[in-house]
Nanobody
């Protein structure tokens, strides 16, 4: 089993910054995809930032230039640095990792517990 623990959310004024972390632990052999999603009240969950193939990064148009995804493979941790935050960034943020566990035969998707980001105007 794999556990994901998110941290770093909170309340911030518009224009402020936050850094989210998502640390994975357990019987991890390797991690493939890493990404961040968010879900605002009454809206569907949407992809915010993710690592693609060849270590490329992909961002939603609404966050390009403001959010940066990064990772520390040695710590099985993915980060989301958010600057110039806007009220419309308010949502619950979830990390998503595709993990190949020791003893497994395939990858499995895991989700963090979610962390609330609230941006006050």
């Amino acid at each position: 089993q794999v556990q994901l623990v998110e941290s770093g959310g909170g309340l911030v004024q518009a224009g402020g910054s936050l850094r989210l972390s998502c640390a994975a632990s357990g019987r991890i052999l390797r991690i493939n995809n890493m990404g961040w999603y968010r879900q605002a009240p009454g809206k569907q969950r949407e992809s915010v930032a993710a690592f693609g193939s060849g270590n490329t990064t992909n961002y939603a148009d609404s966050v390009k230039g403001r959010f940066t995804i990064s990772r520390d493979n040695a710590k099985n941790t993915v980060y989301l640095q958010m600057i110039s935050l806007k009220p419309e960034d308010t949502a619950v943020y979830y990390c998503n990792l595709r993990v190949f566990e020791i003893g497994s035969t395939s990858y499995r998707d895991y989700w963090g517990q979610g962390t609330q980001v609230t941006v006050a105007s």
